[in-house]
């Protein structure tokens, strides 16, 4: 006699496989299960719950508090320039940065410099605490203080213009695998969309809630980052940071 099947809804299927993903995985294998993810909760009428399933299977490294974490395509890259803040920005159109053997960086968007880079390694430490598509939230003054800047409304501006750099950017990396060049790619902006308050100039009360691409785990994969020491860097001039 043939057995019965358990049926399963598709909240407790859901479940069942986000548990499963739960589970160390290469980087693009994870990816790739993620976009499985998307579908198979989508085809459930789950919509509303992708980013909870996402959020689940994808977090950054948990790198230590006393350093930043940086994607090796990044952080052996031209991508953070070193030129003088006094200087007009440049405006790029799928421009090539000078990066590592085997790896392509095409960048659309302002000019980025080491400054901007201080912001995103900030974020970014304070993401790796969530699962990514949690919405990373603090405070304009502990980020400043954090970067070391003065808490100045110039600060303040100037931690907005950089923010707004970050999302306003489209970045194309694509990496060269043992089968070929090309084999795999990361594409969009290092933060998809931010929100602060406009009610505060400055202070505790000047709250910010950014927003990163989960996908930017595949800029971290396993052994593929470099760990900076913080303090360090922040007693370090442009140029010298731009060599750490």
Known sequence: ?????KSLSPESTTDAVVALERELLPVSEMLLRVEKLRTFARSRSEVDNVSRVIADVVQLPLWEERVRGLPNTLARSALF???NRSMEREN?????????RGVEILYTGEELRVDDGDVFLQITHLARQLPLGEIVEFSGYGLLKELGWTTSKGSYERLRDSINRLSSTT???TVDGPNGPG?????????RKFEWDHNAS???SQRWRIWLEPEIVALFGRDAYT?????????????AKWLH
């Open 81 to 83: 320039t070193s030129a």
């Open 183 to 191: 084999e795999k790619g990361f594409g969009g902006s290092l933060i």
């Open 1 to 5: 006699m043939a057995q019965s099947k």
């Open 202 to 204: 400055r202070g505790t």
């Open 92 to 100: 790029f159109k799928r421009e090539k940065i000078a990066s590592l």
């Open 171 to 173: 970045i194309l990396i």
């Open 227 to 239: 760990k900076i020491d913080w303090a360090q860097r922040l007693q370090l001039p442009p140029l």
